[in-house]
C-alpha cells in the first residue's frame, strides 16, 4: 500500500522559512515524478514544484522560483520542499504527491498524479 506521509509545516511570519518533507511508503521515490502541491480555500488545487528523480529535473511554478527549492533524497526516500522568503499568499495546504514520470508540459497537473498525501497546513502572517 502506497502512503506519502507530509510533515514540517506551520505558522511562520511573513520573511521566514520552512522546510517540507515527504516520506513514501510501499512506493520508491527512485525514477519517479515527485510533486508538491497547494490548495488555499476557495481555489484550485495548484502545482508548485515537482522533482523527475531519475533524471533530477526540477519543475517550478514562476510564483515560487527563486524560493523554493525541491530535493530528493533516495536514501530515505524522502522529497523536501525548502520555502524562504514566505509570503502571506503562500499560505495553504501543501500536498505531496506521485507517478511515474514528469514532462515540462503537466507536471502541475493534479490529475496527472496517482498517490497523495494528506497534507499539511503552512500558513504565512504578515
Known amino acids: 500500500q502506497v502512503q506519502l506521509v507530509e510533515s514540517g509545516g506551520g505558522s511562520v511570519q511573513a520573511g521566514g522559512s520552512l522546510r517540507l518533507s515527504c516520506a513514501a511508503s510501499?512506493?520508491?521515490?527512485?525514477?519517479?515524478?515527485m510533486g508538491w502541491f497547494r490548495q488555499a480555500p476557495g481555489k484550485e488545487r495548484e502545482g508548485v514544484a515537482a522533482v523527475y528523480t531519475g533524471s533530477t529535473s526540477t519543475y517550478y511554478a514562476d510564483s515560487v522560483k527563486g524560493r523554493f527549492t525541491i530535493s530528493q533524497d533516495n536514501a530515505k526516500n524522502t522529497v523536501d520542499l525548502e520555502m524562504n522568503s514566505l509570503k502571506p499568499e503562500d499560505t495553504a495546504m501543501y500536498y505531496c504527491?506521485?507517478?511515474?514520470?514528469?514532462?515540462?508540459?503537466?507536471?502541475?497537473?493534479?490529475?496527472?498524479?496517482?498517490?497523495w498525501g494528506q497534507g499539511t497546513q503552512v500558513t504565512v502572517s504578515s
Open positions: 510501499g512506493y520508491t521515490i527512485g525514477s519517479n515524478c
Open positions: 504527491a506521485a507517478r511515474g514520470v514528469c514532462h515540462f508540459n503537466w507536471w502541475n497537473r493534479a490529475s496527472m498524479y496517482d498517490y
